[in-house]
């Protein structure tokens, strides 16, 4: 029996029987098969004979073999027959993570449990000296009760003759996949893993909050840390399984459940004062699994090569409703404070203060006026002209005057044109006309097609922007309040162009307020949509009124 002998049906060592080809790597085979004395299936590696790896192989499978972390695949059998090696590895159905991120990103809450949840398994086994070898997109799979594995256990980096590895090593390549789930980029050398390159600036990779809008600061903050060299904002990096994994218990809580069953650990946390980011992400009271069962062939080391797989369900942003952004601040849809005191005591404060205003209004007007009649040079010639435009920063407090705005759709993924005609419709001060987006299906994060949509609001000249107000239509919207990066007085064409400055995830139907965490001096003011509602049988935004306060 040779490497190419070996086809579907024939019996491998008088158990094995050969199902299908997973993958090949170098000449290497892996193969779909069923272990005919326990009645189950497994997944087999083998060598052709006289291949230089066996040796190689031998020895990570028998480092893999002493693994007891649950979330490895253990090494079940490795041998040799007539002359071929094989090595024969546990199977579990899923879905390796490079075909989930064909569909698009994860959410933050998804990619944090998914990368502290194989932090976890590094932690145990690097403190047995060992090491993974190969961690990757293809090495990790989601299983059909939505739990992770972790596949390949130094017998991957056997069959592509990159050595053990080391602890270092594992923990860079898990930075990788982090940043890739977040951003659907390729951090490293790419293209890879089906994956476009991330970008770069200044020779510097740009961290996730650059690339996606929506990302949580806390997980933008491990990733820079776990990539960046030396990390940005002098924070020291994170060169460890343990300090990586404590990092994420941080952000997405302790729990071994998936994502959708975490609310009461999350919830905990919070109290705990483990969750601190005004940005996190937080579980929907009942958000959807984080990857349904797949149909017919699944993969168990990330290697597969069939179409039988379903395009990944739906798996929506996890809710995020903190009390407060730290600056007092309360949400929309947090509850109101209980009113205390009498309502007679109410009403008399409240007839005093509207006395005072009025008093106070009288008093402008009236100064106002005799302003005005000090300027008058006894013509009317300049009587009913607009104040000269100022180049001077406009002075804060009330609502900014709008310019201009457009749709911003930009390219590649975007072909620019999201309903320019009704853009006006958002600030025209009428609650009853609104811009929408156009209509996507299958996904609220426009299909998968796109990072976001939204509308460029131009000022006419720089202004302290305090905070955004958004009237929205359609429950479950996340959206961003972004400024150009550098130069606020030029609106970039790209994403990259532009820099968050403020985030609200899931909003219901009503007003949303964007604030900054200090005035934003800025020209053009960017209302970027990152998620939007179900519309009857597709997905579209809608934007009713934005009123930008100085």
Known sequence: MSNQTVSPGALLAGRYRIAELLAEIDGARVWRAVDEVLSRAVVVDILPVGDPRTNLLFDAARRAAAAADPRFLRVLDCDMHDGVTYCVREWAGGRPLERMLATGPLTGQQAGWLAREVSEALENLHRTGLSHGSISPSTVVVTDAGAIKVVGLATEAALRSTGPGSPEHDIHALGELLYASLTGRWPGPGPAWGMQPAPFEHGRLLSPRQVRAGVPRSLDDICDRLLSNPPRHHTPPITSA??????????????????????????V?????????????VPQTTPPALDPTPPAYQ????????????????TRPLRQPPPSNGNGRRRADDPKPKPKG????????????????SVVAMAQ???????????????DSGAGKPPATSTTPSATGGPA????????????????NEHPDD?????????????????????????????????IYDLGEPTAVSKVLVALKGDETSLELMVPKGDTSKSPTTVSGWTPVATEEDQPEGTTTLTPSAPTQTQYVLVWLTKIPKDGGGYRGEISEVTIQK
Do not use: C
């Open 423 to 455: 853009v006006g419709k958002s600030y025209d001060g009428k609650q009853d006309t609104s811009w929408t987006t156009m209509s996507y299906k299958n996904k609220p994060n426009f299909g998968g097609q796109k990072e976001g949509v939204g509308i």
């Open 299 to 314: 993969s168990s080391n990330g290697h597969e090569t069939h179409s039988a797989y379903s395009t990944a369900a739906e």
């Open 242 to 267: 343990a300090g990586l994994s404590a990092a994420l218990s941080g952000v997405v809580g302790s729990s071994h459940e998936p994502p959708n069953q975490m609310d009461e650990t999350v919830q």
């Open 269 to 281: 946390a919070r109290q705990n004062g483990s969750i601190d980011d005004a940005t996190q992400v």
């Open 342 to 357: 009498s309502w007679g005591g109410r009403i008399l404060i409240l007839l005093a203060v509207l006395a005072l205003l």
């Open 365 to 379: 007007f009236l100064l106002k006026g005799a302003m005005n009649n000090d300027q008058d040079d006894g013509t």
């Open 401 to 416: 005057k709008i310019v201009s705005a457009k749709d911003f759709d930009p390219p590649p993924d975007g072909n620019g």
